[in-house]
């Protein structure tokens, strides 16, 4: 685990978790008890029974204590589990605002193509991001327990039927030469499932765009077919993960029934008979309630497999430890000015693209980029904003660094996302007062789609706006932006040619006082703006 | 070159449309209820094994137990039996196991195969209008839960029904009026139950709108991320998820605080049967009392009604675990009807229409061009022509399946550009292969370095729409049959269109080749060209 996921959590809920344990512990400590304590009583009471001793027999306490345990035992679990998810819960918000933050700051995030956004590796995503956060519920907690509660039944039978440790010895050490295998074939099984699910679902997402002409050259059916095959591998490879479950499952059956007859058997060699076999049949039937807890062994071994899966796919998202958050994040003043002599362009994979470039940025003179698509206007855009590559560009007072421009740039992606939120809270305008931002909206033409939808305080997602409202709604954003660099990727894409000419004309207008760079392959040149032909 | 010949006769043309078109819906969960049928039964059976052996383990060893203490003599069977009867219990249990993970597995596996011939069935037209990444998502995922509801959580709810009334058997065995008590619980438990259902349901109903906000709101900012990283909003929105994400938690839990109530009370119910067994079973052993059904017991009996009565409770505990299966399996089940029951009725189109009839007398060679404004059905014709556009009446006049399709959207299969052109292509044609990328200008492409070994990344991820032109213009160029053109040399720089124009005028001397497209230089090569129009077709001569 990285340093940024790890350190909110433990302060906040240490004591919480201290509790569940504790609960948890009185939870098993009950149900040990509680049948051991009856096998007990009514061996005693049996005993008794046949004699006179049955009219002084104290029937009240053992009766009270079983009471006592039987209902214990229901209200430690439900504790348990109750602060268990709370602590948990609470766990889960921490690390998600720092898996957030990390996310924020990686790489990923700025270079090509966010992947985050396909639904698929979202779902994966939040699966492993699931298993890190119920981890602790779902196999330390139960692990440790059952630890501890080995432990005592285990001293317990030295003490009270030393000739059975080596029986049961011999039951732990088989169960835990399964677990042994159920991790090593489990890790390689989950593995298999991932890794299928993900090709699957890439695959599937290569040919569905393509369905037209593949179905026009008669290859979709054998496509699809391959694709989804790959679905049902990763089910088949599912499957053979619960069958090794099932295997340890059915080893780890074996402890419970298998310790209590052994400490009734080695009682019984050394010599116990009658009421001195209470003692040894309080411990067996102990033995028996452990084994009860024993049966989720196999869960818990899957929980952790999948924790040490997840947490590796989560940490190769995540920023490097070096790249901070406050590092650099101070802004220049105002820019009016950017310039370089020779840029070398870079494709999002970092391997150089075309000549170096002569790029002269002025506030109030848009820069309009145009070329064919795949030529790497948008990857020109992200290295002038500072996203990708470690150029420095001089401004006014000096060179900037990309970390300098990216604290003063705001970067409106052709893909623009809808933030599913409130329209105020999509238009990243803090402080901005209503009318200011119903101005926005009236310059993109979306007043009356926002008013309709509930106005400033509606809440909208992706889906209920269609591509051509989502980007006007993203030029709003840039018509509120106070950074002195703007840059835009084909603003008006999506748009009906006359509108898209109208809003950037206004939008252009508003900016006039920033650097904008532009890019498009439908505009080929606009008025009052320098062209630069990549 | 205006030689009159049909490449297709029309009457054959509705063979060619899709049986699925227009067919009843895929009703997910009634497929998998008959698919899971089988493997229902035999899950079921051997749960029930598994719970008959159980009791009879727990049976031996009280026996056993009962025996070694009242100092009554154990014979060789007895243990002979109890170790048979443990080690068939963990058998039983595997073998259900096994059982309920092999029976979900072909449920779902059959369920996707299902799924697969009605994708596969599905006209193109219908699958447009699929979003790649939410499909993908519901069919790698969607067969699992309903598998899981199908197979799992059914024989749950059966042997909530089976299981107790096995152990309440087992318990009449030895005492008929311990099983009267277990059984006496039952209904108590169960009013308890439809008091909190109810109150877990009314409480889930009022929080549910809110929920629906917060509970998605950590998978959409990480959705949206680059939004968020480029409007320099990712404090702010850190913030504002830490704040929805605490109110989120703290909503859960008044939910979670009811919901545990569920197994707390089953639990609270078997500890109940037990503490008051034990007492009851204890005042009979001491002979203090009589009462009927717990006095004169043998301690192994005794003992052994204690090991059962949390048995017979297990199995609903069981079943409340299982809540979310349902839930999660009926979300599916719909979430994949939604998916593969999509309907579209085809555009009014007159226009395309008309141009169909127009085209039903195709040369066998020579360039067709489709003109026309955005609107008026270029794209449709196109699809309608090869038979894969919606509807019934489809009049497709080139047989699907038998072109080759010229796009922004074609595929590109391979990992490098030579793989990518010469694909499922003859031996003949891939020997040129190199001639053609370089006469299609795919060799000097300063974005494509590398030549014929250029990687193209999976599905040709790394290259642009006029790359992937291309490369499907050289496919074509190397095939043999009817060509379709969506568009060929919209989005290209001009020396790039010129070659594509080449290419395809090339193409047009020996096979046929249906462009749509709006580009003058393409329709100046025509031999034939159709200018639609949304009030019908014009035919102009080339």
Known sequence: ?534 | MRQKCMIQSKASAPALTSPAAGAAGFAALDKANSLGKSGLRRLLAWQLVRSAVRIGSAGSLALLFGALIMGESVTPALVVAVAALVAAAALASLMADRCQALAETSVSKALRVALRERLQAMPAGLQRKLSPGSAAVAIQRHPEAIAALVVGHRAATMMMAAGPLLAAAALALVSWQAALLVLGLTPVMILFFALVGGAIRQSARAQEQAFGHLAAQFADRVRTLPTIVGNDAVAREQAKLAERLDVYVGRTMGVLRLAFLNAGLIDFFAALSIAMLAVFLGLGHLGLATIPGFSHLALWQSLFILMIAPEYFGHFRRFSEQYHAKAEGLAAAAGLDDLLDITADPPVLPAVDHALAELADLPPHGLVVISGSSGTGKSTLLRRIVGIEEGAANGAVIPAGSCAWIGMDSFVPGATLEEAIGEGLGDQAIARVSEVAGRIGLLDDELLRGGLAAPIGPGGVALSGGQRLRIAVARALLGTGTVIADEPTAKLDPATARSVRQGLREIASSRLVIAASHDPALIALADRHLALSPAGVTELAA
């Open chain 1, 1 to 534: 685990m990285t340093s940024h996921t790890a350190m909110p959590e433990r302060r906040d809920t240490a004591t919480l978790w201290r509790l569940t344990i504790l609960l948890g512990a009185a939870g098993l400590a009950c149900a040990i008890l509680l049948g051991g304590l009856s096998a007990w009583f009514l061996g005693s009471v049996a005993i008794a029974g046949l004699s006179a001793a049955a009219l002084t027999f104290n029937f009240h306490v053992p009766a009270a204590f079983v009471r006592l345990f039987a209902l214990g035992r229901t209200a430690t679990r439900y504790g348990e589990r109750l602060l268990g998810h709370k602590a948990a819960l609470a766990d889960q918000t921490s690390r998600r605002i720092a898996l957030f933050g990390a996310l924020a700051h990686g790489p990923a995030a700025r270079s090509a193509g966010w992947q985050l956004a396909d639904p698929a590796r979202l779902a994966d995503y939040l699966d492993d991001v699931e298993d890190l956060d119920f981890a602790t519920l779902r196999t330390d907690l139960p692990a440790r327990l059952l630890l501890a509660g080995l432990t005592v039944a285990v001293v317990a039978t030295a003490v009270l039927a030393p000739l059975a440790l080596a029986p049961i010895a011999l039951l732990i050490g088989v169960m835990g030469l399964g677990l042994r295998r159920l991790l090593r074939e489990g890790e390689a099984c989950w593995q298999a499932v991932r890794d299928r699910r993900r090709q699957g679902a890439e695959a599937f997402g290569r040919i569905l765009p393509s369905v037209v002409p593949l179905q026009a050259e008669g290859a979709w059916p054998g496509r699809c077919a391959a694709a989804l095959d790959l679905f049902s591998q990763a089910e088949d490879a599912l499957a053979a993960l619960r069958l090794a479950q099932a295997r340890t499952d059915a080893l780890a059956f074996l402890l419970g029934p298998g310790a209590a007859v052994s400490v009734m058997a080695a009682a019984w060699i050394a010599g116990a008979r009658g009421a001195e076999l209470l003692v040894p049949a309080f411990l067996a039937f102990a033995w028996l309630a452990l084994g009860e807890a024993v049966q989720s062994v196999s869960r818990m071994a899957v929980a952790a497999l999948r924790r040490k899966t997840a947490q590796a796919e989560i940490d190769s998202w995540a920023a490097p430890d070096e790249v901070g958050t406050g590092a650099a994040a101070f802004a220049p003043a105002h820019m009016t000015h950017l310039h370089r002599h020779s840029l070398r362009r870079r494709a999002p994979d970092g391997r150089p693209l075309g000549d170096p470039l002569f790029i002269e940025l002025k506030a109030g003179r848009p820069t309009l980029l145009i070329g064919p698509s795949g030529v790497g206007k948008t990857s020109l855009l992200k290295q002038i904003a500072g996203w990708i590559g470690d150029d420095a560009l001089t401004g006014q007072a000096g060179p900037l660094c990309p970390a300098q421009r990216a604290a003063s740039a705001m970067l409106c992606p052709h893909d623009a996302a809808i933030l599913a939120d409130t329209v105020r809270a999509n238009l990243f305008a803090q402080g901005r007062c209503d009318a200011e931002l119903w101005q926005a909206l009236e310059a993109v033409e979306l007043a009356g789609r926002i008013q309709e939808a509930g106005g400033l305080d509606g809440w909208i997602t992706q889906d209920a706006l269609s591509l051509g409202e989502a980007q006007r709604l993203n030029l709003a954003r840039a018509w509120l932006s106070d950074k002195s660099l703007v840059l835009l990727d084909e603003p008006t894409e999506h748009l009906d040619p006359l509108q898209g000419r109208r809003i950037l004309t206004r939008l252009l207008e508003r900016l006039s006082d920033r650097i904008v760079v532009l890019s498009s392959h439908g505009v080929a040149e606009w008025p009052g703006s320098v062209t630069l032909r990549l």
